[in-house]
C-alpha cells in the first residue's frame, strides 16, 4: 500500500500495464517529456521511450485517428486529450469511427483504446476547461464511458479499460486530481467496468454520482445523517453501460432518488438514471425523482461558476426535500 | 531521383504513355513483362465491368446507391501490382479495383452496398480496411497502423486514399502532418479525379495542384497521369520502395476523371459539359493501355469475348450476394461490443417478444 493522489495512481495505472504489455502505447499532446499538463504521465517516457510515451502533434482528431489504426492493428493505444473541451474536435473520429470499427467490420477489427481527458469545473479555469460531457459520450453507441471518484477506483478501472478489447472514455476529474489521498495497493488489481459502488447503505433516499460530485455527496451526507435521514449513496464508477441492476436494488428499499452530477441537466445522465427509476422502479417510487445538475447554461467563468457548482448544501437541501415529500 | 525531377511545386507532371498508346520517356518505362502488361489490362476491363453492371444493377432497383470507379482503373490496377500480401489497405470508397486486387470480392461489394455489413467482412482481406464513408478520416487510420509498422519494426506498408474534396478536410492535413513527423511507411494516394460531387477542384484550394500540399509537410510529394498505367505502376513501385525501406510516407497525386457520377443517385449533366467528358474519353486509361499493346503487338485479346465471360462472373457474384441468409435481429446487436452489455441484450429480447406477440396475432 501507499498513499497516491489520484494522479499517482493513474500514474501508477499506466506504469503498470507499460511495464507488463508491450502492445500499450501512451501518447497525446505534451504527455511525453514534461508528462502531461497535469503530470498525470510524469516519468513514464523516461521509464518506457520514447517509441511508448511520447508527445504528438496538436491535433486532436489525429491523435485519436491514429489510435484507430494502432489498435485496429494490434496496439493498445492509451490517447490523451489534454482537456475535456479539446475533445470535441476529435469527435467525429469517435462517433464516427473509434466506435464503429468493430461493428462496421462485423467483429473482423477491434478497437481496444483508451480515450483519457480531465473533466469538471471547480478550479478557477478558463474557458473550455470546466465542462462534464460524459452524456455526451454515453450516448455513443459502442463505447464505454468510466469516471473514477478516488485514486483506488482511478487505478483499477485504468486498467481494466486498458484491458478492454471495447474503446474506453475514461473521465477524470481534474478537480480531485490531487484533493483526495488515499492508501492504494500498489500491485496490480482491477475494477470491473459496468459496476457500480454503493458507498454507504442506507434506507430513505438513494443518492446517485460518480466523478467529483462524490466527494460533495460525501459531505451533505452529514448534514443529512444530523438531520435524521438514512442516505444510500451509489457511486456509478461506469456511466455506460449503466448498472441498473444496483440502482433498481436501491430504489426498491429507499423508493426515493437524488441524482448529482455537474453537467448541464436536460438530456443527461440524470435524465437517464430518472428514466431507471421509472422503468426498473416504478412501483416502489416515494417521491418524484430529483436532478442536482448544472443549469441549461453555458458554464460561466470562474466569478460566475459558484451558481453553477453543485454544493454540499445543495445536494443536502435537495435530499431533504425529496426525503420529505 | 523522380521525386525532384517532378517537382509539384513547378507543376509537373509524371506521364510515360500518351493517349495513343506512344512511350514518351523510354528512360522512365518500368521493368514489367508483357505477361503482366496483359493481365493488368484485363484486371481493369474486369473492373470496368463490374462497375457497369453494378450500375445497372442499381438500375434496375436490385441494389441500392453504388459510387462508379469508370475511368480510374489504372491507378487500383496499378497499386494492386505492387501491393503485397501483408500491406495494408485503407480505402475510402472509390477503389473497387485495389480492393479486388487485395483479395476483396465483388460479392462483398455487393452486399455492402446492398446495405449488409458483411460486406466488410472481407473473408481473404484481413488487412483492407472497410469502405470508409466519412470523408478523410480513414487518412489518420494509415498513419496509425503505420506507427504499429514501424514500431514493430515489421516490412509492411500501407496504402491511402483519399478523393480530390477529400483534401480540404482538417484530418487529410492532419494525417500528412502525423506521418511525416512520424516518418511512417505509408503512401497515401489523392485521386483527383476533378470533381467532389459537384464541386470542382478549383473551388477546393488555390494551390496549383494537390500534390504540391506535401512540401508543407515535409513529405516528398508527386503529380501522376492517372489514367497512364505505366506512371502509375512506376511511382507505386518506387514510392512503396521508399516507404518500405524507411524513409517514411509519400504523397500522390493521380489525375484522373470519374467517368461516372458521384454516386447513382448524382446528375452530372447538371455541373459538367459533355465536351469535358469527351475531351477526357481520350485519355480513357483502358484504351491508352490497349493502343499501347497493341503497338507492341502483345495484344491477342478478344475484348468483347472477355466482357462476357467477366459479366458472368460479376453476375454469379452479385446472384451470391442476393443470396445470403437474411438480414437477422442478432446482427444489428452482436458487433456493438466485444462483450455485449446486458441492457443491449435486454433490448433486443423485447424486440424479439414484440415479434413473437406479432407472429401470434391474427
Known amino acids: 500500500m501507499s498513499v497516491m493522489t489520484m494522479v499517482q495512481a493513474i500514474n501508477n495505472a499506466l506504469d503498470i500495464?507499460?511495464?507488463?504489455d508491450n502492445d500499450v502505447v501512451v501518447y497525446g499532446e505534451d504527455v511525453g517529456v514534461v508528462g502531461g499538463v497535469f503530470r498525470v504521465t510524469e516519468g513514464l517516457q523516461k521509464k518506457y521511450g520514447v517509441e511508448r510515451v511520447f508527445d504528438s502533434p496538436l491535433a486532436e482528431s489525429a491523435i485519436v485517428g491514429t489510435g484507430v489504426g494502432m489498435a485496429l492493428s494490434g496496439l493498445r493505444p492509451v490517447v490523451e486529450m489534454q482537456f475535456e473541451g479539446f475533445s470535441y474536435p476529435a469527435f467525429n473520429q469517435i462517433i464516427s469511427n473509434v466506435s464503429r470499427m468493430h461493428n462496421r467490420s462485423r467483429g473482423r477489427f477491434r478497437i481496444p483504446m483508451v480515450i483519457r481527458f480531465p473533466y469538471g469545473g471547480g478550479i478557477n479555469a478558463i474557458e473550455h476547461h470546466s465542462e462534464s460531457p460524459e452524456a455526451l459520450y454515453s450516448h455513443i453507441p459502442g463505447l464505454k464511458v468510466v469516471v473514477p471518484s478516488t485514486p483506488h477506483d482511478a487505478k483499477g478501472l485504468l486498467i481494466s479499460a486498458i484491458e478492454s478489447d471495447d474503446p474506453v472514455i475514461f473521465m477524470e476529474p481534474k478537480r480531485i486530481y490531487r484533493a483526495i489521498k488515499q492508501e492504494v495497493a500498489t500491485g496490480k488489481f482491477s475494477i470491473p467496468i459496468g459496476k457500480a459502488n454503493v458507498l454507504a447503505e442506507g434506507t430513505d433516499v438513494t443518492v446517485v454520482a460518480f466523478g467529483a460530485m462524490i466527494r460533495e455527496c460525501?459531505?451533505?451526507m452529514v448534514m443529512a445523517k444530523e438531520a435524521g435521514i438514512s442516505?444510500?449513496?451509489?457511486?456509478l464508477r461506469t456511466i455506460y453501460p449503466i448498472d441498473k441492476e444496483t440502482i433498481r436494488n436501491s430504489l426498491q428499499k429507499t423508493g426515493r432518488l437524488v441524482v448529482v452530477a455537474e453537467a448541464q441537466r436536460s438530456f443527461s445522465v440524470g435524465s437517464e438514471l430518472i428514466a431507471i427509476a421509472n422503468e426498473e422502479a416504478f412501483l416502489y417510487l416515494e417521491a418524484p425523482p430529483r436532478r442536482v445538475m448544472g443549469f441549461d447554461t453555458i458554464i460561466p467563468l470562474a466569478q460566475g461558476e459558484k451558481y453553477f457548482m453543485i454544493t454540499p448544501e445543495r445536494i443536502f437541501y435537495e435530499i431533504e426535500k425529496t426525503a420529505r415529500f | 531521383m523522380i521525386f525532384e525531377e517532378f517537382n509539384p511545386s513547378e507543376d509537373k507532371i509524371l506521364r510515360i504513355i500518351d493517349n495513343d498508346g506512344r512511350v514518351l520517356r523510354p528512360d522512365l518505362f518500368p521493368e514489367i513483362s508483357g505477361d503482366t502488361i496483359v493481365k493488368a489490362w484485363k484486371a481493369m476491363l474486369f473492373e470496368r465491368v463490374a462497375d457497369e453492371m453494378a450500375v445497372s444493377f442499381q438500375r434496375q432497383g436490385r441494389m441500392f446507391t453504388y459510387p462508379p470507379n469508370k475511368g480510374q482503373e489504372a491507378i487500383h490496377i496499378a497499386a494492386g501490382n505492387v501491393i503485397r500480401e501483408n500491406d495494408w489497405l485503407v480505402p475510402a470508397f472509390r477503389e473497387v479495383g485495389l480492393m479486388l486486387a487485395k483479395g476483396v470480392t465483388m460479392k462483398e461489394i455487393f452486399l455492402y452496398y446492398n446495405g449488409n455489413e458483411q460486406g466488410s467482412n472481407f473473408k481473404n482481406a484481413p488487412r483492407v480496411l472497410p469502405i470508409n464513408v466519412p470523408i478523410g478520416t480513414q487518412l489518420p487510420h494509415a498513419v496509425g497502423i503505420g506507427y504499429s509498422i514501424k514500431y514493430r519494426k515489421e516490412n509492411d506498408i500501407v496504402?491511402?486514399?483519399?478523393?480530390?474534396g477529400g483534401t480540404s478536410e482538417g484530418d487529410f492535413s492532419e494525417a500528412l502532418n502525423f506521418a511525416g513527423v512520424w516518418q511512417v511507411p505509408v503512401v497515401f494516394t489523392i485521386q483527383n479525379n476533378q470533381y467532389a460531387i459537384s464541386v470542382?477542384?478549383?473551388t477546393q484550394t488555390k494551390s496549383i495542384n494537390l500534390a504540391v500540399k506535401s512540401i508543407a509537410f515535409g513529405i516528398p510529394g508527386i503529380k501522376v497521369d492517372g489514367n497512364d498505367f505505366f506512371a502509375m505502376y512506376l511511382i507505386y513501385q518506387k514510392a512503396s520502395e521508399h516507404a518500405r525501406t524507411g524513409k517514411g510516407p509519400v504523397l500522390i497525386e493521380a489525375l484522373t476523371y470519374r467517368c461516372g457520377a458521384h454516386t447513382t443517385s448524382d446528375d452530372p449533366t447538371r455541373y459538367r459539359t459533355k465536351e469535358e467528358e469527351a475531351a477526357w474519353e481520350l485519355s480513357d486509361p483502358l484504351l491508352r493501355l490497349k493502343k499501347f499493346m497493341e503497338r507492341k503487338g502483345i495484344y491477342r485479346e478478344n475484348e468483347e469475348k472477355l466482357r462476357e465471360q467477366y459479366k458472368k462472373e460479376v453476375e454469379k457474384?452479385?446472384?451470391?450476394?442476393?443470396?445470403?441468409?437474411?438480414y437477422a435481429l442478432?446482427?444489428?446487436f452482436n458487433y456493438m461490443y466485444v462483450e455485449m452489455p446486458d441492457d443491449l441484450k435486454k433490448q433486443k429480447e423485447e424486440y424479439q417478444q414484440f415479434l413473437a406477440w406479432k407472429g401470434n396475432r391474427k
Open chain 1, 17 to 20: 500495464k507499460l511495464a507488463e
Open chain 2, 200 to 202: 470542382p477542384v478549383s
Open chain 2, 159 to 164: 496504402f491511402t486514399y483519399i478523393g480530390d
Open chain 1, 218 to 220: 460525501q459531505r451533505a
Open chain 2, 317 to 326: 457474384q452479385f446472384l451470391d450476394a442476393e443470396n445470403v441468409a437474411p
Open chain 2, 330 to 332: 442478432e446482427d444489428v
Open chain 1, 231 to 235: 442516505v444510500e449513496l451509489i457511486d
